[in-house]
């Protein structure tokens, strides 16, 4: 069996002008090329061109990114995790766009934080969720070398790979979109963290419990 150990941690997390619930999904995956089937370069970076103002403008976006089979030749298991919490904790912002957008950047930052506690842990690498935000202004936009190419990862999507349906196949869990001004029932975000080393899944779970708690 190629993912056996599951996550499934559910709580609620006390932030300055909210309360939400967070449901934290994650699956180890023992054998890390299976991810191979879902790499979708060609469809990825047609969706990125059409619809992404970073395309091109940032160091960790296609077509600028790292594709999966530089990282999936080097580490042999992965760890995907995912943070959902429900947009009803977010009913009292009445534009929902804003809404949407202030769910997606706390459990961005949340997941990030988790992702590169684990990926230390494990001493692994971290495929993390959106482009990078370490910079104000990516250095790419003034044709400059990335500022902190030791710290900068890449998203998931920009290392090639079909994010929606590792989530469906692997977790079971259907990422839902905000579209045409309606809210999606949850929002969600996702990171993979790939290593070598046997890793206990019981410390992975408290490492996203204390993130969590701690955040
Ligand atoms: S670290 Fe800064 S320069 Fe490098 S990709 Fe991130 S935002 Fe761009």
């Not at 206990?200 to 779970?205: G, K």
Request: charged share 25%.
């Amino acid at each position: 069996m190629l993912q056996d150990k599951r996550i499934y941690i559910q709580t609620s997390k006390v932030l300055k002008n909210r309360t939400i619930d967070i449901i934290c999904r994650g699956v180890l995956i023992k054998n890390a090329s299976v991810l191979n089937k879902y790499y979708k370069k060609e469809t990825i970076i047609k969706a990125c061109k059409d619809g992404c103002p970073n395309f091109g403008k940032k160091w960790s976006c296609p077509p600028l990114s790292k594709d999966c089979h530089e990282l999936l030749d080097k580490y042999s298991k992965a760890i995907l995790i995912s943070l959902s919490t429900s947009m009803n904790n977010y009913m009292d912002i009445k534009n929902k766009y804003i809404a949407i957008k202030a769910a997606n950047i706390t459990l961005k930052n949340l997941i990030e934080k988790t992702a590169r506690k684990i990926e230390t842990k494990t001493k692994g690498y971290a495929l993390l969720s959106g482009s990078c935000r370490l910079c104000k202004s990516c250095a790419c936009k003034n044709g400059q070398q990335c500022k902190h190419p030791d710290q900068m990862r890449y998203s998931i999507e920009a290392s090639y790979l079909n994010v929606q349906e590792m989530c469906e196949e692997l977790m079971g869990l259907e990422l839902l979109w905000y579209k045409k001004k309606r809210l999606p029932e949850y929002t969600s975000t996702v990171a993979a963290i790939l290593f070598n080393y046997a890793v206990d899944i019981e410390l992975i779970s408290q490492i996203i419990e204390d993130e969590i708690r701690n955040y």
